[in-house]
């Protein structure tokens, strides 16, 4: 049985609803269908979650914007109208969404989760309406009832263990489920979503809770390629690419596959396969435990802005006993999570995403570093890019970061910042950001 899950730009239009269906009827394993909210018809184009978001935020005791609220109705309405479905979906899309205005104008959070996971219950609803007209067994399944236990933090759910128990139920189940994505429920009972473009957690977690043989992943290019192809011209299409590969790619800028996505199938060894919607006969890449190296040692570089560096240096650091806990336990106490933690004997940095370091956080934390640590300097850097070669292959391979510092210094590419970890999948340099398309283009050529 395959869990397959159908990106925004996939479900964004009556003719993309068309491609879908066509899709589950080349394959009968094609059982769970995972959806989510309609997304960009061409480049300018806004995803409804977008509009949604928007429609959110301009919710006062008294009102909201008409015409946000409008466009988004149009959304569902021209895909009603394009495949002939009842007209009464329409409504009930209009319905839900002043229904939660109505229910959570005082609780901005709650408010905007419930008008977020809208975009992809309705659009779920909608895509069950239009395989029952095509004649399929068809039944929409809210999270809910499928067992989609979270936990009650707004815009960051987590899954509850417990959920995957509930989830295998739906094996028992006949015909087609579609399911929406992006969301659960809390045990209080609140609506909760994923962190943004979740709906491939969804996928994931119903893969691995009816052990699905196969997870795939539907979107709008033809496979995942080994560098961002909007920095460099034609790179190389992966075929295949291991779990851990794709976490480093993922979490460093590759945003074909949310990065946390992978987790719970990487512990049932499902395979997940990412495809075109629009070419769903182009072989796509599968992302698996293990593959075999081929003698090349990186698979891909990827490239991430947005990060900050705090720099601290104090004499005898390295004999002072638990010092790096303390600076880090400062950053746990203000609810920062940290990237990395690059080293040298008096002087340690982390490295933070530059959006958690906002509302006033960054002085009073430096300010407690100073008077807590007593370090003899602090101070922050900003705009800097991590820059990720990845592959298994480099592992034990000898001459691999030589390549990428030649490269680097003969394009004139400072290099602030080198990191690698035990497990050598990956290798990260820190360049500033005005320098990566050149790191980015240089490394390409010198590995592939
Ligand atoms: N619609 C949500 C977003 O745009 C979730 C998703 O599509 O995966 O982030």
Request: charged fraction near 25%.
């Amino acid at each position: 049985m395959k869990v397959v899950k159908f990106g925004g730009s996939s479900v964004a239009s009556g003719e993309q609803f068309r491609k879908v269906a066509n899709i589950i009827e080349r394959d009968s394993q094609r059982k769970i269908v995972i959806v989510s909210a309609p997304g960009k018809r061409y480049n300018d184009d806004v995803k409804t979650t977008d509009l949604l978001i928007t429609l959110a935020e301009s919710v006062t005791t008294d009102g909201y914007d008409q015409e946000i609220f409008n466009a988004i109705i149009k959304r569902y309405e021209e895909i009603v109208r394009d495949l002939s479905l009842h007209t009464e979906l329409i409504d009930e899309v209009r319905m839900s969404l002043e229904d939660a205005i109505d229910r959570y104008r005082h609780q901005q959070a709650r408010l905007l989760d419930v008008l977020k996971s809208s975009g992809e219950n309705n659009n779920a609803k909608l895509m069950a309406a239009y395989l029952a007209s095509l004649g399929y067994e068809v039944s929409y399944v809210s999270p809910q009832e499928a067992g989609m236990m979270v936990t009650d933090e707004p815009g960051n759910a987590q899954i509850l263990p417990e959920s995957y128990e509930l989830l295998a139920k739906l094996k028992e189940r006949s015909g087609i489920l579609v399911i929406p994505g992006f969301f659960g429920y809390s045990h209080e009972g609140h609506i909760v979503t994923f962190p943004r473009g979740g709906s491939d957690i969804t996928g994931s977690i119903v893969a691995a809770g009816v052990d699905a043989d196969e997870y795939e992943n539907f979107t709008d290019v033809d496979s995942i390629y080994c560098v961002n192809p909007l920095m460099v011209n034609n790179p190389c299409e992966l075929k295949e690419l291991t779990y851990r590969e794709m976490r480093e790619l993922a979490y460093s800028g590759f945003s074909v596959f949310h990065d946390e996505a992978l987790q719970p199938v990487v512990e049932k060894g499902i395979p997940v396969c990412v495809k075109n919607t629009n070419r769903p006969e182009a072989p796509g890449t599968c992302i698996v435990a293990e593959r075999k190296l081929n003698g090349q040692p990186v698979i891909g570089i990827a490239s991430d802005n947005g990060f900050c560096s705090l720099n601290v240096s104090k004499y005898l650091m390295n004999r002072e006993l638990g010092f790096g806990r303390r600076l880090l336990a400062i950053l746990e106490d203000e609810g920062i999570s940290y990237e990395h933690t690059p080293s040298g004997i008096d002087n340690m940095s982390v490295i933070i995403r530059c959006e958690r370091f906002m509302n006033g956080k960054e002085e009073r934390i430096m300010q407690r570093i100073r008077t807590e640590l007593e370090v003899d300097q602090i101070h922050i850097e900003r705009d800097l890019a991590m820059i990720m070669v990845v592959g298994e292959g480099m592992n034990r391979a000898v001459g691999i970061a030589a390549k990428a510092t030649k490269a680097l210094a003969e394009a004139g590419v400072n290099l602030k910042m080198i990191n690698q970890g035990s497990s050598e999948v990956s290798m990260m340099f820190g360049v500033e950001v005005n320098d990566v398309h050149k790191a980015v283009n240089c490394l390409y050529k010198a590995y592939f």
